[in-house]
């Protein structure tokens, strides 16, 4: 069965580095999301991308963070210069497209040091 | 902000017991989601439900969506060890954007043998 994948699963970095994450979005699917999760508390949506541009951003979502698709299959998050408030679980998911069912990976836990 | 609220927060019971967990919200939305959560892990999508008063079967778990589309639920019958887990429901609206998941805080399920 076709799955979201991400690498990496675990990224320890120091403050005011750059980080990039990747992800593999199911093949087919057109609609491509980062969410995050802080330890403790609830999923919270980042960005979503479609027909390779950003169609939302959250509050969340400032200046420090970019989206890309450099390749037909590669998705990416990162993030420019990190603090201690950026270390959470970040979640990529894709969708072939309304209603919602959206499919997400197995996360990257960033540590920021 | 549209906001869902999940009860009860967490739910220990025995094995073969059923259970119902709740989401609610203020708002309507257009279609809903349920998923689970293990530790360390992704959502795992388990149902969508898109009409008011729809109700769709996953073997032992039941989903309801409300007449309104403003609340859901979630029956689990002769629950068993493997059903443990934190339960999250999220809410999607279509809009001008491609819209994005609204997450609940979510239920974390104890089902002991």
């Known amino acids: 069965e076709p799955e979201v994948t991400q690498t990496p699963s675990h990224q320890v970095t120091q403050m005011g580095q750059e980080v990039i994450l990747r992800c593999v979005p199911i093949?087919?699917?057109?609609?491509f999301y980062w969410y995050r999760q802080i330890l403790g508390q609830k999923v919270e949506f980042l960005v979503s991308?479609?027909?390779?541009?950003?169609?939302?951003k959250s509050e969340i979502f400032d200046d420090q963070f970019s989206v890309e698709r450099p390749d037909g299959s590669n998705f990416t998050l990162k993030i420019r210069s990190t603090k201690l408030e950026d270390s959470a679980m970040y979640f990529c998911?894709?969708?072939?497209?309304?209603?919602?069912?959206?499919?997400f990976g197995p996360g990257t836990r960033l540590t920021v040091t | 902000t549209q906001l869902l609220e999940q009860s009860p927060q967490f739910l220990s019971i025995q094995e073969g017991e059923n259970l119902t967990v709740y989401c609610n919200s203020s708002?309507?939305?257009?279609?809903l989601q349920w998923y689970r959560q293990e530790p360390g892990e992704g959502p795992v999508l388990l149902v969508t439900?898109?009409?008011?008063?729809e109700v769709k079967k996953l073997k032992r778990l039941t989903f309801q969506f409300g007449d309104a589309r403003k609340d859901s639920s979630l029956h689990i019958t002769a629950a068993q060890p493997g059903d443990t887990g934190l339960y999250l429901c999220?809410?999607?609206?279509?809009?001008?954007?491609?819209?994005?998941?609204?997450f609940g805080k979510g239920t974390k399920l104890s089902v002991k043998p």
């Open positions: 093949s087919n699917h057109l609609y």
């Open positions: 991308f479609y027909n390779n541009e950003i169609s939302e």
């Open positions: 708002s309507v939305f257009s279609s």
């Open positions: 999220a809410g999607f609206n279509y809009g001008g954007s491609q819209g994005n998941l609204i």
């Open positions: 998911a894709s969708s072939p497209g309304p209603p919602g069912e959206q499919y």
């Open positions: 439900v898109v009409t008011g008063g």
